[in-house]
């Protein structure tokens, strides 16, 4: 996963979450029906895409969808 389209697809694809592109920088409390699951769902999900482990008190910590790409990308 190297870009946010390609971020966006997988959100839609691993939660089945209708996304529209404007929803990736909305407060996740916006987003409807976000909870902690998807959450949940979203972090194990990048892990098994990028190889690696996210920081989750980071990703605990943000917003927005677009800021745990972000997290997500950082080397």
């Keep these: 996963m190297q870009t946010i ?3 966006a697809r997988l959100v839609r694809e691993e939660l089945g ?3 529209a592109d404007e929803d990736l920088a909305a407060d996740l409390d916006r987003l409807p029906e976000w909870d902690s699951l998807y959450m949940l769902k979203l972090v194990t999900a990048l892990e098994r ?3 690696r482990r996210l ?5 605990l910590e943000v917003r927005s969808l677009e ?4 997290l997500a990308v950082k080397p």
């Design 67 to 70: 800021a745990i790409y972000q």
């Design 49 to 51: 895409t990028t190889g």
């Design 5 to 7: 389209d390609e971020f």
């Design 17 to 19: 979450i209708p996304l």
């Design 55 to 59: 920081p989750v008190g980071r990703v």
